[in-house]
């Protein structure tokens, strides 16, 4: 008997594991969304060359997977000193169901109990998605020759946002480690 489950918005942190998968995520943009998502059409060289730059370690990169464990929404946090930078994809099938959002909370509270004070987003003005998400959590947003900077300030982190995060970790790896095991079941061991 074969399970699937829904996409639900459980944003789970990558690894150098994941690489592999980011990268199928991202070839699997179009040339629009590409060009939405990077600021300009790329090609999957230059996306895999993109994957290939990311420090795991260092960097924040989150996803949201679909009922095979694909990769069907992620965003990537680059730290500079004391602000961060969100790049954020969702696949078109995908789209309007609150994985972007749920991303992009998921990289606020990460760089926020990082230490850092502040984030922003540059996008391409009609990137309509990414400034509707940008507005809903009060970044602000200045908007120059087709493209558009938002700003947000962080607060500082506490005990409590650490607990918050150490918290939705757990519970998004103890998923994603029950879908595997449905999707693929351990070998039945022999007598």
Known sequence: MS??????????????SDREALERHFLALDAEDRRLRFGLSIGD???????????????GVFAIHDESQGIVAAVHVA?????????????????GAGLGSALFARAIMHVRNRGVRSV????????????????????RIASRGGEANAHLELASPTPYSHYVEWLQDQHANAVRALRAMVIRPPAARAP
Request: proline share 5%; with cysteine; hydrophobic share 40%.
């Open 3 to 16: 399970r699937t489950f829904p996409v639900t918005a459980l944003p789970v942190r990558l690894q150098e």
């Open 45 to 59: 060289d230059l996306v895999r060359a993109y994957v290939n730059r990311i420090d795991f370690d260092d960097h």
């Open 79 to 95: 730290h500079a000193g004391e602000s961060a930078e969100l790049g954020l994809s969702v696949l078109p099938g995908h789209r």
């Open 120 to 139: 922003y987003v540059h996008c391409l003005v009609e990137n309509g998605a990414v400034m509707h998400i940008a507005r809903k959590n009060g970044m």
